[in-house]
């Protein structure tokens, strides 16, 4: 898939812009760049980032 592709919101059909977005999980912040609908606020992750990102909170979290 290409970070180019185009991408419209779901809820309202605007074209999605790429955003700096921040998430919180299990307590930990990280940031990352996510499409968001400019006008509705709505993002779309895509499968593969929020699972590699879970898999490596996860595995700082055991780290510990
Ligand atoms: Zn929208």
Request: proline residues 3%.
């Amino acid at each position: 898939m290409s970070e180019e592709e185009k991408w419209k919101c779901r809820c309202c059909g605007c074209e999605l812009s790429k955003r700096q977005v921040v998430f919180d999980y299990l307590s930990l912040t990280f940031s990352e760049k996510v499409l968001r609908c400019p006008k509705c606020g709505r993002v779309l992750i895509p499968k593969d980032l929020a699972v590699g990102k879970m898999v490596e909170v996860e595995a700082q979290l055991e780290d510990k």
